[in-house]
């Protein structure tokens, strides 16, 4: 079974190296990597070209955001599944592609997703926030969860069949989809209960202006997929994310 992987980026000069070596280190044989680059002025299409290995196409130009950049990974995606790993993210060890893989076809999924830890960006061995997913529940997403999406692995065939990102999202365009593949569409989705993926603490959507924005569209995503939007989806959303600064992994308690 192939698999893509798909990293968006823009300026990311200073961590670019590190999320290719991360997938090129995967023990994993049959993966495609794409780099889909917003014309970075930076340096970092000089720093992927020094890169060889596993980068199969690469495209450095400009577009509308970072849900527009993933679709463009998705168009040329060939494997039969796909994941996204950012630019500030690796892969946590060597086997994450291949024990994904290994669940989707066991539990016969549609997707498979797993836990993910914010470091610190100047200290990657200091942990920020442990976010453990936990296994889906039908109506889940209402009570504020939403699985971790760098660790998100899905059939490429879905994307075709029920569509990709909206681009018209900056900040919430993940939780749109996978609100409307898992809750609305109901694939078939499958927890790996450990850390798949090490993602920087930073971002538009951890600032104020980004946090207005990305609950506006996550308002919009309930409605447009159908959905009355619920009431105490915040509170609950809120009192899940605290508990992810006091949470820790196993061994580092």
């Not at 470091?119 to 889906?136: C, E, K, L, N, T």
Request: overall charge positive.
């Amino acid at each position: 079974m192939n698999v893509s992987i798909v990293t968006v980026c823009f300026n990311s000069a200073d961590t670019i190296e590190h999320t290719i070596r991360s997938v090129q280190g995967q023990d994993y044989e049959h993966i495609e990597h794409i780099i889909i680059d917003g014309g970075s002025t930076d340096g970092t299409q000089s720093r992927v070209a020094g890169c060889n290995g596993q980068i199969r196409k690469f495209i450095s130009e400009p577009d509308r955001g970072i849900y527009d950049a993933m679709n463009k990974g998705l168009h040329l995606a060939e494997g039969e599944i796909v994941g996204f790993l950012n630019a500030d993210d690796v892969y946590v060890g060597p086997k994450v592609v291949s024990e994904v893989v290994a669940a989707i076809e066991a539990h016969h999924v549609d997707a498979v997703y797993g836990d993910l830890i914010y470091v610190d960006p100047a200290d990657s061995s200091r942990i920020v926030r442990y976010w453990q997913a936990g296994p889906y529940r039908p109506g889940a997403f209402r009570n504020g969860w939403v699985p971790p999406h760098p660790t998100f692995f899905c059939r490429t065939a879905l994307y075709r069949e029920v569509g990709g990102y909206d681009p018209t999202c900056r900040i919430a365009g993940d939780f749109e989809l996978m609100l409307r593949f898992v809750e609305k569409h109901k694939i078939r989705v499958h927890y790996l209960s450990k850390c798949l993926v090490h993602m920087r603490a930073r971002g538009r959507g951890n600032t104020l202006r980004g946090i207005i924005r990305g609950n506006r569209e996550i308002i919009q995503a309930f409605r447009r997929n159908g959905m009355a939007f619920p009431p105490g989806y915040f509170c609950a959303k809120f009192f899940r994310k605290a508990r992810q600064f006091v949470q820790r992994p196993e061994g580092e308690r």
